[in-house]
């Protein structure tokens, strides 16, 4: 998780649009843990990790889903963020 300037966002948006199956704007959780295997975490950590991006338990990650799964809440950054805001 990571915070990311504003420029940065298109660039998750595509993440998640190239994750989405036929532009569904849901991602299959097995496809998120896959992709991260991918991306050289191991099985079981690539599967934790997409199953705690699955809020609602439905086996799919919506966009709020993924953003939220993106962001370090309890991390300095967020404070910072946090008080940048409001």
Known sequence: ARRW???????VRRWF???SCKGAGRVDRARV?????GLGLEQAHAGKVADAMDFDRDGSIGWTEFIAGCV????QEFDETLREAF
């Open 72 to 75: 370090d809440l309890g991390g």
């Open 17 to 19: 649009s190239e994750l």
């Open 5 to 11: 300037p504003a420029n940065q966002w298109p660039t």
């Open 33 to 37: 843990a896959e992709t991260l295997q």
